[in-house]
């Protein structure tokens, strides 16, 4: 079992530039295949991007495709979510969660496939 702790959001203008962290308490944090989640007001939650357990697959959904950048280092049990050129509909609760059954070289975009989640951090982007 692991749990997630993210950090990091706040309060930024538009084309600005944020970055979130997520801390995983778990031994063999290597494990777990992570991914970022967003949910706003009134909507459901949604993929943003993935990592393998190596940090060696990537995968994005296409509205943060060249802005955000998603990395990890396995030595501090740490996952990161760099986002630039931030815009008003980047506004969002944003959630890490890790997926203990992935094979290794997988970056899973559906949220069924996450075992264990984080409480969320606000990110909000003033136009």
């Not at 600005?16 to 007001?41: D, E, H, K, T, V």
């Not at 943060?64 to 509909?89: A, C, H, W």
């Not at 992935?102 to 003033?126: E, H, M």
């Amino acid at each position: 079992q692991v749990q997630l702790v993210e950090s990091g959001g706040g309060l930024v203008q538009a084309g600005g530039s944020l970055r979130l962290s997520c801390a995983g308490s778990a031994r063999s944090f290597s494990i777990y295949a992570m991914g970022w989640f967003r949910q706003a007001p009134g909507k459901e939650r949604e993929f943003v991007a993935a990592i393998s357990r190596s940090g060696g697959t990537t995968d994005y959904a296409d509205s943060v495709k060249g802005r955000f950048t998603i990395s990890r280092d396995n030595t501090k049990n740490m996952v990161y979510l760099q986002m630039n050129s931030l815009k008003p509909e980047d506004t969002a609760v944003y959630y890490c969660a890790a997926d203990r059954t992935s094979s290794n070289y997988f970056a899973r975009r559906l949220q069924r496939d996450y075992d264990y989640w984080g409480q969320g951090t606000q990110v909000t982007v003033s136009s």
